[in-house]
């Protein structure tokens, strides 16, 4: 079993426990309170892993990161891992309802399931999970908080728009 490493990141939208090993992250999610098993950002050495971590998102909450460069390593399913991906490859700044995910992953009856594997997100933001909208547009649950969810939203339309009016 690998090593396993904890720092947390304090986030516009508070704090984020960041868990992962030398063969990547294993999850990113919003804490109440540091756990006193990991290093906060900026105390001492921490692993690269997390390092390349607490930097990238720093630079998205910056607005300089639309993308995410990472060694992942979340655990689940291989329907969850299959949703997952599916997740990965919504755009910055746009949004996907269950329905459309289920049809990515080959199995459009699987909206329900589809919501059990969101649900389970193990690597929030990255893996953006908040991009999943009901098929009426209304935002529906999130770990984190539908507040920090409509955030993450706003935050990336906001941006990508700002983007589009760059010469």
């Not at 892993?49 to 990161?65: M, V």
């Not at 909206?111 to 953006?128: D, E, K, L, Q």
Request: charged content about 20%.
């Amino acid at each position: 079993m690998a090593e396993e490493h904890c720092t947390y990141y304090a986030s516009p939208i508070g704090l984020i426990e960041i868990r992962g090993s030398e063969q990547g992250i294993w999850t990113i999610s919003f804490a109440e309170e540091a756990d006193g098993h990991g290093q906060r950002q900026g105390t001492g050495r921490l692993p690269p892993c997390l390092q390349a971590c607490a930097r990238q998102l720093d630079e998205y909450f910056q607005g300089a990161r639309q993308t995410f460069s990472l060694a992942l390593a979340p655990r689940g399913t291989a329907f969850q891992r299959r949703v997952w991906d599916a997740l990965a490859a919504i755009p910055f700044g746009e949004s996907r309802s269950y329905r459309q995910i289920a049809e990515a992953v080959g199995n459009p009856k699987a909206v329900r399931a589809v919501g059990g594997a969101n649900h389970n997100n193990p690597i929030s933001i990255v893996i953006p999970c908040h991009r999943v909208i009901g098929s009426d547009g209304s935002l529906t649950g999130y770990a984190g908080g539908l507040w920090r969810k409509e955030w993450l939203l706003n935050h990336e339309k906001r941006l990508d728009k700002e983007a589009l009016l760059m010469p």
